[in-house]
């Protein structure tokens, strides 16, 4: 699964890197958790590319009756998106890219788990497939309607490089993919699918990093130091 992430690299390159058509305000994360803001980019027919907007962290589907079902949709399994009512319309017309530079994932050795980062050579921002979702609340009382844009961040199988630490991973998609998985438009479903891979080991490193990194609460350069 992806629980826990990081994104610390200047907003000026996730400009370049994503090709984004304005620059976004977006501050260095250590250790962002579910149910929080993550950094999403989906291409916006209005600003005509690629944009980088916060999104809440657990996917809403636009039928719920109750927003706290987001909680229990971090993640996406690969596998069954394309079939569960809670996604398939989103992988159909509302695919994104979760940015990020880096997560976490706890290895369980006898009683105690240690935290990895597990991150891209030279720590380089990465693209997570993510679908995401419009949920609004109706009005009531006085009360006007609202929406609730989310988000959840797609998995597959781990890599032989991370299998260790998990079974799973988020799928990490290719530069050469980035634009035909944000393309609204784009509905062949089953070459998507075929995107939905494990990422190649040769390309992933981690290291081992402090128990801070346990509470969402702590949000400083030190959950990221290696140990």
Sequence with gaps: MCGRFTLRTPASVLVSTFQLVTEPLWQPRYNIA?????????????????????????????????????????????????????????????????????????????????????????EQPFAMAGLWETWTRPASGDDEKTAIESCTVITTTSNEKTRDIHDRMPVILHQQDWSSWLDPHNNDTEHLKQLLLPFDSDLTDMYPVSTHVNSPRNEDPSCTQPM
């Excluded at 909680?71 to 596998?79: K, L, P, Q, T």
């Design 34 to 122: 579910p149910t929080q803001s993550v950094p999403v980019v989906r291409w916006d027919e209005g600003a005509g590319g690629r944009v980088l907007t916060p999104l809440y962290w657990g996917l809403i589907p636009s039928w719920a009756k109750d927003p706290s079902i987001g909680n229990r949709m971090i993640n996406a399994r690969g596998e069954s998106i394309a079939e569960k009512p809670s996604f398939r319309s989103a992988f159909k017309r509302r695919r994104c890219i979760v940015v990020a530079d880096g997560y976490y994932e706890w290895k369980k050795t006898g009683s105690k788990k240690q935290p990895y980062l597990i991150h891209l050579p030279d």
